[in-house]
């Protein structure tokens, strides 16, 4: 764990805030800044509290936590605006449910002629405490998007109005899943808490990831 380094990674969360920009907020110099981020120097309580309240954090945070988990794979973090959509859901819980869910709903998209289907996926969360600790299962909900003038017969179609999402690119995301997926989550959420935005999960679809050799994972946010 390093201060610097997590200073650092809060700054650049903060819209890529610059030092001089951090510095004349704490009423400091850009040397000051730039001595806390090499970890030559540390701030004065007075100081540290200050930063806390400007990037929405706690003190085990800046001091404690290893908070950067990003990764050369992450690109244009952003906000975005998601225009309303339709969109057809298939849940599976096992062991393994990912591909189940997945394959589903690539079925569904074939069978109603989309052969360039959109597909974006979740972590289903109304599991029992005996399926996840006994059983080592776990939910997954995949979702084939609509196109305009495709509405299939006998499946049930969900819609969703447009709404705000923070958002992030992974590149290559299966070469490393289980640390790059988590740590690209894990990074919206700083940066939603650093620029003060709240998760919202009610009436929208609160996560979610698109599927391909290449990724975009979503928080809904206001």
């Known amino acids: 764990m390093s201060f610097g380094t997590n200073l650092q990674y809060l700054r650049q969360l903060s819209g890529n805030m610059t030092q001089?920009?951090?510095?004349?907020?704490m009423s400091v110099s850009r040397q000051t800044?730039?001595?806390w981020e090499m970890d030559t120097a540390k701030?004065?309580?007075?100081?540290?509290?200050?930063?806390?309240?400007?990037?929405?954090?706690?003190?085990?945070?800046l001091f404690r936590d290893e908070m950067d988990k990003r990764s050369d794979k992450y690109t244009n973090l952003r906000i975005e605006m998601i225009p309303g959509f339709r969109?057809?859901?298939h849940t599976v819980v096992s062991t393994d449910p990912e591909g189940d869910a997945i394959d589903r709903v690539y079925k569904y998209a074939?069978?109603?002629?989309?052969?360039?289907?959109?597909?974006?996926?979740?972590d289903f969360q109304k599991l029992s405490i005996e399926q996840i600790n006994v059983y080592n299962m776990h939910g997954y909900t995949a979702a084939w998007i609509?196109?305009?003038?495709?509405?299939?017969?006998e499946l049930e179609i969900k819609e969703q109005t447009e709404h705000k999402y923070v958002a992030i690119h992974i590149d290559r995301?299966?070469?490393?899943?289980f640390v790059t997926i988590p740590g690209a989550?894990?990074?919206?959420?700083?940066?939603m808490r650093t620029n003060g935005l709240v998760y919202v999960e009610n009436e929208v679809i609160p996560c979610f990831e698109t599927d391909g050799e290449s990724m975009d994972v979503y928080i809904a946010c206001k």
């Open 146 to 153: 609509l196109p305009e003038g495709i509405t299939p017969k």
């Open 185 to 191: 989550y894990h990074t919206l959420n700083d940066y």
């Open 87 to 89: 969109y057809v859901e």
């Open 20 to 25: 001089e920009s951090l510095a004349e907020k």
């Open 33 to 35: 800044i730039s001595k």
């Open 173 to 177: 995301p299966f070469d490393n899943p």
């Open 43 to 61: 701030p004065e309580m007075d100081k540290a509290l200050e930063l806390c309240k400007v990037f929405n954090c706690t003190l085990d945070n």
């Open 110 to 122: 074939k069978e109603n002629g989309d052969e360039n289907p959109k597909v974006i996926g979740w």
